[in-house]
C-alpha cells in the first residue's frame, strides 16, 4: 500500500535547499516532520508553538510528563532557549558540539510548559547532522524533537523505520539515510552540583568530567526516582521491540523452552553456551564492542520485529563503564528470562 506520509529522499552531506524549505514551511505552519539527528531520527515540532508540539505527544502516544530535548543550529539559539548560560555549558558546548549531549538547564520564557511536561528546566543540544541543522535554521526557530517512534518502541534509525511506526499520523518525513551514532544523546542536567547524567549515551560520563575537569555523577551515583522523569529515556519501559523481549545470563540457556522460534542477540565477548541442539536460536547476532552495538542494535531490533519470530533473548554486556549506555537501554526494553514464554 502507498505510504500516506510522503517521504523526501536527500544527501546529508549537500541537503536539497528546496526540501528544506518545503520542510520548514511545514513545522512554520505547525506541522510535524520526521528528520534524521546523528543519533535517531526525530520527530520535529516548532518548540515555541504549543499545539505544535502537543501533535508530537498526539502522534507518538507519549505520556505528557515525559519532556522533550530541543535542537537549536547554534549555540546563540540554545542560549535563548534557556535563562541560565553556566561556564560549563560553555565548555560543554565548545567540547561537544554539534554533538549528542543535550544539557538540561533553566528554561526561557519562550519554551512552552508542553515541551517541559511543566517543569522549569529545558534540555538543549546542537545536532551533528546538516539535514537537521539546515532544517532548524531554514525554520528560524528551535526544534523540539523526540524519536520518531510510538512511545516506549524501538528507536528510528532509518526513514523506514518511521514509516513503520508513524505513517499517515505527521506530514513528512526526510529521508537522510541511516543515522551514525545509534542511540539517543547523553543527557547531562547542569542545574545540579555536581553536575549529573540523566540518560547515558555515545558521550561518556568520564568524558565529560575531562572536559569540566571536576566531579560528575552517573546514574549509579544517585537513587532514581520513579516519579521524576527530568529527562526523556527514564521510563522503566523504553526502546522495546513488540516481540516480547528477555535478557539471560551467558550460562543460562538451559532454561530456554523447547518450542518456538527465537533470536539471540549476544553483547560482548563472554562466551555463550547455548545448550542443547534443540534450544539453539533461530538466528544469532554478535555485537562485540559498544560503538558496534550502539550503531546498530536498533536496526536489529526493528528487523527482528518483521521476523515473526516468537520471543528474543539477550545476553547483556559485561557491567563496565563503556557499556553503560547500551545496558540501559537493554534493560528498559526487556525483562529478565521467565520460567517459561
Keep these: 500500500m502507498p505510504l500516506l506520509t510522503p517521504v523526501i529522499p536527500l544527501n546529508d552531506d549537500e541537503p536539497d535547499p528546496r526540501a528544506v524549505t518545503k520542510a520548514a514551511g511545514i513545522l512554520r505552519r505547525g506541522g510535524l516532520v520526521a528528520f534524521a539527528t546523528e543519533t535517531v531520527y526525530g520527530l ?8 505544535a508540539v502537543a501533535r508530537i505527544f498526539q502522534a507518538k502516544g507519549r505520556p505528557s510528563f515525559n519532556p522533550l530535548i530541543v535542537h537549536t543550529d547554534r549555540v546563540e539559539m540554545a542560549r535563548d532557549c534557556v535563562l541560565q548560560w553556566p561556564a560549563s555549558a560553555d565548555v560543554l558546548a565548545h567540547c561537544f558540539w554539534p554533538g549528542p549531549l543535550t544539557l538540561v538547564l533553566p528554561r526561557a520564557a519562550n519554551i ?3 515541551v517541559t511536561a511543566g517543569r522549569d528546566t529545558v534540555g538543549v543540544r546542537i545536532p551533528k547532522s546538516r539535514v537537521a ?7 528560524g526557530r528551535p526544534i523540539a524533537a523526540p524519536s520518531a517512534n510510538r512511545s516506549t518502541g524501538i528507536s528510528p534509525t532509518e526513514a523506514w523505520h518511521v514509516s513503520n511506526d508513524l505513517d499517515g499520523k505527521i506530514d513528512l518525513i526526510l529521508d537522510s539515510g541511516k543515522t551514525g551514532v545509534g542511540i539517543e544523546s547523553t543527557v547531562l542536567d547542569l542545574t545540579t552540583s555536581p553536575p549529573r547524567v540523566l540518560r547515558p549515551g555515545s558521550i561518556t560520563v568520564e568524558q565529560i568530567r575531562e572536559a569540566l575537569g ?3 555523577l552517573g546514574q549509579a551515583d544517585f537513587p532514581p ?3 521524576a522523569h527530568s529527562s526523556p529515556g527514564q521510563m522503566d519501559v523504553h526502546y522495546a521491540p513488540r516481540t516480547p523481549t528477555f535478557r539471560i545470563e551467558p550460562n543460562a540457556f538451559e532454561a530456554l523452552p523447547r518450542e518456538g ?12 553456551d547455548e545448550g542443547p541442539p534443540g534450544r539453539r536460536p533461530d538466528r544469532q547476532i554478535r555485537l562485540l564492542t559498544p560503538t558496534e552495538a550502539e550503531a546498530s542494535l536498533y536496526s536489529h531490533l526493528q528487523a527482528i520485529d518483521l521476523s515473526g519470530v516468537d520471543f528474543l533473548v539477550i545476553v ?6 563503556r557499556w553503560l549506555a547500551i545496558r540501559d537501554r537493554i534493560w528498559r526494553a526487556s525483562r529478565p528470562w521467565p520460567a517459561s514464554v
Design 214 to 216: 571536576c566531579e560528575v
Design 261 to 272: 522460534r527465537w533470536v539471540l542477540i549476544a553483547l560482548g565477548e563472554t562466551p555463550i
Design 225 to 227: 526516582d520513579p516519579h
Design 316 to 321: 547483556p554486556p559485561p557491567d563496565e563503564p
Design 44 to 51: 520535529g515540532a516548532d518548540a515555541t508553538n504549543p499545539e
Design 133 to 139: 541543522r539546515a532544517l532548524i535554521e531554514a525554520t
Design 112 to 114: 512552552p510548559d508542553v
